[in-house]
């Protein structure tokens, strides 16, 4: 993929921030290649302590793209949204930390459109249903919960329990409770005041067992 294109962003108060962009995203795949106008949005409430790790706070956020196709008349069209809740819930003087995340992702193309499989919403990797490879699963709409029992093993080390669970779905319809699939594991990380350095994560899915290295917060 080749992207050109410009983006803006307005700390609005302490807490929260506005945003747009436009670019041009060319695509070269093979079973299609579009050029893609697009037009990108979002807002967000964010009160953690720092976005790349955090003990407390939270994390509201709301995303708009529209991707419009120049090069294949439109065949090739959609918009997304996607949003994410994260809390972080601190225990005794945040010696253990309570970590929660809810997501969702929902894509829509008019009748006849078709959205390219690598810009469906997908689940798996070390961000998305652990355990499970990334880009695992993939529809036009997905569903996240991940849920985190955190405490402090050093000054500088982290040991997490975790567990995710999420579906995708043609339909946003079909974004309910029911089958969906499941990891649980435990993770190590690595990091400064407030930055993540390396997590590692061991995972247990209906699959087996899938190890997964970061150097990011999980959310």
Known sequence: STTIGASARLQAAKFVAVGAGM??????ATDASPTYQRSRAFAQFDWRTSP???RRGGLYRIDWTDYRDIKSGDAFSFRRVDAEVNQFVPILRENWVIALRAAASTTDAAAGNDVPYYLMPDLGGSHSLRGYPTWRFRDRNRLLFSGEYRW??????????FADAGKVAARFQDLDLRDLKKTYGIGLTLHTPNRTLTRIELARTREGMGLSFSFSPSF
């Open 23 to 28: 670019d041009f995203l060319g695509i070269q």
């Open 52 to 54: 790349s790790y955090a």
């Open 152 to 161: 402090t093993a050093g000054p500088f080390v982290d040991m997490a329990l």
